[in-house]
Nanobody, 124 residues
């Protein structure tokens, strides 16, 4: 079992930046692909970014490419999402997810473990 805890959300003006963190605990000895998803009120959960255990490649949704950066520190069992040039449409609850022995995916069904989410609100 793996527990994921997100932090770093908050209220920011359009054009601003936030850095989300996701700390993993529990059975962290396995290699996990990690991802960020988001869900706005009344909308489906949406893929944001993913990174495999190696960190050698990263995947992004087109809507955040060039503005968001996913990274991980395996020694700290933590994955990050640096969000720059934020827009009001980025407002959502952001979730961290872990895929055991995976390479990362845009499909949320493959992720076994999820955090509780952290709210990001971007004002115009």
């Amino acid at each position: 079992q793996v527990q994921l805890v997100e932090s770093g959300g908050g209220l920011v003006q359009a054009g601003g930046s936030l850095r989300l963190s996701c700390a993993a605990s529990g059975r962290t000895g396995m290699s996990y692909a990690m991802a960020w998803f988001r869900q706005a009120p009344g909308k489906e959960r949406e893929f944001v970014a993913a990174v495999p255990w190696s960190g050698s490649i990263t995947y992004y949704a087109d809507s955040v490419k060039g503005r968001f950066t996913i990274s991980r520190d395996n020694a700290k069992n933590t994955v990050y999402l640096q969000m720059n040039s934020l827009k009001p449409e980025d407002t959502a609850v952001y979730y961290c997810a872990a895929q055991p022995a995976g390479l990362g995916s845009r499909d949320y069904h493959v992720y076994r473990y999820w955090g509780q989410g952290t709210q990001v609100t971007v004002s115009s």
